[in-house]
């Protein structure tokens, strides 16, 4: 199972940014999605994260700014954020829950949770 992780870049204060995030392989169901982010000498955090019937939980610095959204039939998280700021700029991951089969051909299944490799999102003041 793979996560691509896509749409860092750098944005004006105010600015939005769209994030994207698809897992592939030998997936049979992917469960919570979520996106973190790990600023400059600052700890990892999560951001928001989303279950596979749409309910999400935002982290209070993102709340009213950020939105999370997924697309099931893509495996696919996004992360609309809106009204950035400089305090936003961190590097973006997204990681995911998945029940995937042991191999190609496989009915074996196993748990997971899986990382991207992360985006930059740099927001100038």
């Known amino acids: 199972v793979q996560l691509q992780a896509s749409g860092g870049g750098l944005v004006q204060a105010g600015g939005s940014l769209r994030l994207s995030c698809a897992a592939s392989g030998a997936i049979f169901r992917v469960d919570t999605m979520a996106w973190h982010r790990q600023a400059p000498g600052k700890e990892r955090e999560l951001v928001a994260d989303?279950?596979?019937?749409?309910?999400?939980n935002y982290a209070e610095p993102v709340k009213g700014r950020f939105t999370i959204a997924r697309d099931n039939a893509k495996n696919t998280v996004y992360l609309l954020m809106n009204s950035l700021k400089p305090e936003d700029t961190a590097v973006y991951y997204c990681?995911?829950?998945?029940?995937?089969?042991?191999?190609?051909?496989?009915?074996?299944?196993?748990?997971?949770?899986?990382w991207g490799q992360g985006t930059l999102v740099t927001v100038s003041s």
């Open positions: 990681n995911a829950d998945v029940l995937a089969y042991e191999y190609k051909g496989s009915s074996t299944l196993t748990a997971g949770k899986y």
């Open positions: 989303i279950n596979s019937g749409g309910s999400a």
